[in-house]
């Protein structure tokens, strides 16, 4: 039974799709006029991993994504740049599908921009405009929030701060401006984009994009609706009355929000200053999928601050994992299992599942494969382990590698004897010259081979895993 914190209720809730098979599930995803930090990734991890584990539930699932490819930023940067807003943000998109891939994010299976639904936006304002949501001033058009008497539920605004009267016209402010909304923008400058619309030329406000393009695809409500803490305001709450004063149904049924990645106790942002890129990361030689362990090893409701010393941790225990692997693989084992040993593994399921289950308890899921490595290195430096646990074992990780992602490959095992001292030499002289990163990098890039090497006084011993 998955349980889920629903924003909207503020507690877990038991999730079930709406209709009994296919969830349908809408992502915010990234304003392309930048590339992204590990912090949107923190948030689009977890998002990787609800989808995994809703899949495991044998559930089908429509997973939309819209990219942002028009906002205030992008407007201000493709002006100043001259260049127009198409060659201006596909290179921000494209970097961020590579980055998803790197770290081993699944593709939503609909992603589409936002300048390719206007006329879906522009529906949605002639309605709200119809039944007087909406009203014109100054050539934009703006939301009443007076007239939409739950606005500000999900993030539990205090009806007295409302503002009445008072409008905003950026895409992005705080929750003390509780405001009229603006849904379409009259252009300020004779270069600003602009569409056609009944209402008068302009372009859409960006809150307006996830309703139309979440409803779209996925009809009036929502089985989940996900995004960084971030998004509840001003964000999310607009999309909620918008979407519901145009259709006169509820919009969503599950709002999940991930908490931030933060860097010496403040969230990391682009607006700060104080963040990494993945390219930031590689460069310096981690590991994608030391990155990706980091990034789950919190569960996504809590905050989590990033640090080298932890990226350090995570690689540590992916090492761990590798280890384990090269034991088992080369093994020599007698028939049959071990009734003690399927009893641990079949524990180590429960807890792994049960961990998910529990609102994505990422941590609970990665504690239960580490207790099970311990328990199955005991068992075989005992030679209590038998070949059908190991085939059993092999089996569940291929599990938690879907689920996870997070399980190194070491299938690939070197046999030239030369390159592998070569490769120490190297490891030598990085050592030398105390570039401890170079040489941590090439003693992981050797026990990604299955060399596990020993520095001892008389030097650098190398045997086979
Ligand atoms: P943006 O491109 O700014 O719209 O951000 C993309 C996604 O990343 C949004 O869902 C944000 O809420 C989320 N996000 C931004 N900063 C952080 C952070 N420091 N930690 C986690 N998620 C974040
Ligand atoms: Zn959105």
Excluded at 27 to 44: A, F, K, S, W
Excluded at 48 to 72: A, F, Q, Y
Aim: aromatic share 10%.
């Amino acid at each position: 039974m998955l349980r889920l914190t629903n924003t909207l209720s503020g507690t877990q809730e038991t999730f079930e799709p709406m209709d009994g098979t296919t969830v349908r599930m809408y992502t915010c995803g990234p304003t392309v006029y930048n590339y992204v930090h590990i912090g949107n990734l923190r948030t689009y991890i977890y998002e990787d991993v609800l989808r995994r584990h809703l899949l495991s539930k044998g559930w089908k699932l429509v997973h939309v994504m819209n990219i942002t490819d028009i906002d205030d930023k992008i407007i201000k940067k493709s002006i100043e740049l001259g260049v127009d807003l198409r060659s201006f943000t596909a290179p921000y998109t494209a970097a961020f599908f590579e980055d998803c891939a790197t770290l081993r994010i699944q593709r939503p299976d609909i992603i589409t921009p936002a300048t390719e639904h206007v006329p879906e936006m522009i529906e949605i304002v002639k309605k709200l405009l119809e039944e007087g949501y909406a009203y014109q001033e100054s050539d934009s058009i703006y939301f009443r929030i007076s007239r939409f008497p739950t606005y500000g539920r999900l993030s539990r605004l205090d009806k007295r701060e409302l503002k009445i009267g008072a409008r905003i016209d950026a895409d992005e402010y705080e929750k003390e401006e509780p405001q009229d909304f603006v849904l379409w923008k009259a252009p300020k400058s004779e270069n600003e984009p602009r569409w056609e619309a009944p209402f008068g030329a302009g372009r859409p406000g960006w809150h307006l994009e996830c309703s139309a393009m979440a409803m779209k695809y996925l009809g009036p409500t929502l089985d989940i609706h996900c995004g960084a803490v971030d998004n509840i305001f001003p964000h999310h709450d607009n999309e909620i009355a918008q979407s519901e004063a145009a259709t006169h149904k509820p919009f969503v049924r599950f709002w999940l929000h991930g908490e931030h990645l933060l860097v010496e106790g403040e969230k990391m942002a682009k607006s700060k200053g104080n963040f990494f890129t993945l390219k930031d990361l590689l460069e310096r030689g981690y590991d994608p999928l030391a990155i990706r362990y980091l990034l789950i090893s919190i569960p996504y409701r809590k905050q989590l601050n990033f640090t080298f010393d932890s990226l350090a941790a995570a690689a540590a225990a992916l090492d761990r994992i590798k280890e384990f692997f090269f034991r088992l693989r080369t093994a020599r084992l007698s028939a049959g299992a071990n009734p003690a040993l399927a009893g641990m593994i079949a524990g180590a399921r429960e807890q792994f599942e049960a961990g998910l289950d529990d609102d994505l308890n990422t941590a609970e899921a990665l504690a239960a494969i580490f207790k099970l490595i311990r328990e199955s290195n005991i068992a075989l430096a005992d030679g209590l382990m038998q070949e059908d646990n190991r085939a059993a074992i092999l089996q569940w990780f291929e599990v938690v590698n879907e689920r996870l992602a997070i399980v190194p490959p070491t299938e690939h095992l070197v046999q030239d004897d030369a390159e592998i001292e070569s490769l120490i030499a190297r490891r030598n002289e990085a050592r030398r010259n105390r570039d401890f990163a170079m040489s941590d990098q090439i003693r992981r890039e050797l026990l990604d081979r299955g060399i596990v090497i020993e520095d001892t006084r008389e030097g650098t011993r190398w045997r086979r895993n």
